[in-house]
């Protein structure tokens, strides 16, 4: 069965240093995987997304995901934090044969920034 | 703002009871998704329609029902209610197919 596992329930980094987040996922043929971030009282946003090609992923608010197939994952970094991206981060890959509304969520990690 | 409305934002009933939660879909989008948030399951797939018909199903409890109207608009129904029925309930939309999915910011369901 797909699945995607977020290892670090809770990060806490300093404003200014780099962030990765963990996403690892479970799927039999090539996966199509996002992140989407979470801030609180709001819907998700969508920060990118992998279908195939490069596997250096640009995403929106300096965002940039690298997928690894030899490691089944799909790590998001940024390589300088800001008290805004405080929020809670989710990794999601496609379900099966679904539309890219159709989704398998991690658990998510939330993401606290000092100042 | 996504595009996406769902209405109301809050919502406080009482167990056994019955509730409609209500997602406008972007201006021409043609599919709706909806999702349950909670602290113990985190986010889970229940549902998707598309042009009025069901065209998905994951883990939506019997107890719940969804459909889509003429306009695109969808509602979803929460009946005999629970107190672990109590998330955070989101729609997406999408055109359909392969394209990007919106979501709203939710409605906060609290059974009390």
């Known amino acids: ?115 | 703002d996504s595009g996406v409305t769902q209405t109301p934002k809050h919502l406080i009933t009482a167990t056994g009871q019955r509730v409609t939660l209500r997602c406008s879909p972007r201006s021409g989008d043609l599919s709706v998704y909806w999702y349950q948030q909670s602290l113990d399951q985190g986010l889970q797939f229940l549902i998707q329609y598309y042009n009025g018909e069901e065209r998905a199903k994951g883990n939506i409890l019997e107890r719940f029902s969804a459909q889509q109207f003429p306009d695109l608009h969808s509602e979803l129904n929460l009946s005999s209610l629970e107190l672990g029925d109590s998330a955070l309930y989101f729609c997406a939309s999408s055109t359909g197919g392969r394209t990007e999915a919106f979501f709203g910011q939710g409605t906060r369901l609290t059974v009390v």
């Not at chain 1, 200014?16 to 801030?39: H, I």
Request: proline fraction near 4%; include cysteine.
């Open chain 1, 1 to 115: 069965a797909q699945s995607v596992t977020q290892p670090d329930i809770h990060i806490t980094v300093s404003e200014g240093a780099s962030l990765e987040l963990r996403c690892n996922y479970s799927y039999g043929a090539t996966p199509y995987l996002f992140w989407y971030v979470q801030s609180p009282g709001q819907g998700l946003q969508l920060l990118l997304k992998y279908f195939s090609g490069d596997t250096l992923v640009q995403g929106i608010k300096g965002f940039e995901a690298e997928f690894k197939r030899s490691q089944s994952s799909f790590n998001l970094r940024k390589p300088s934090v800001h008290w805004s991206d405080a929020a809670e981060y989710f990794c999601a890959v496609l379900n099966y044969g679904g539309s890219q509304g159709n989704l398998i969520f991690g658990k998510g990690t939330k993401l606290s920034v000092k100042p």
